[in-house]
Nanobody, 125 residues
Framework: QVQLVESGGGLVQAGGSRRLSCAAAGRTSLTYTMAWFRQSPGKEREFVAA????????VYADSVKGRFTISRDNDKNTMYLQMISLKPEDTAVYYC??????????????????WGQGTQVTVSS
């Protein structure tokens, strides 16, 4: 079992930046693919970014490419999402996810079995 806790959310002005963190606890000795998803009111949860255990493979949604950077520090059991040039449409609850098996499709939320509770990011215009 793995517990994921997100932090770093809050209110930011459009054009600003924010860094989210996702701390993992529990069976962190296993190797996990990790990802960020987000969900806005009235919308389905959507993929944001994912990273392999080694960090050698990263995948991004087209909507965040060039603005968001996913990274991880396995020694600290923590994943990060650095967000710059934020837009009002980035407003959402951001969730981190993890899976001990490398999902066939990093962008599919069904491929992840562990989820955090989410952290709210609000971008004001």
């Amino acid at each position: 079992q793995v517990q994921l806790v997100e932090s770093g959310g809050g209110l930011v002005q459009a054009g600003g930046s924010r860094r989210l963190s996702c701390a993992a606890a529990g069976r962190t000795s296993l190797t996990y693919t990790m990802a960020w998803f987000r969900q806005s009111p009235g919308k389905e949860r959507e993929f944001v970014a994912a990273i392999s255990w080694s960090g050698g493979k990263t995948v991004y949604a087209d909507s965040v490419k060039g603005r968001f950077t996913i990274s991880r520090d396995n020694d600290k059991n923590t994943m990060y999402l650095q967000m710059i040039s934020l837009k009002p449409e980035d407003t959402a609850v951001y969730y981190c996810a993890a899976d001990p098996l490398s999902p066939a499709d990093y962008t599919d939320n069904a491929g992840y079995i562990y989820w955090g509770q989410g952290t709210q990011v609000t971008v004001s215009s």
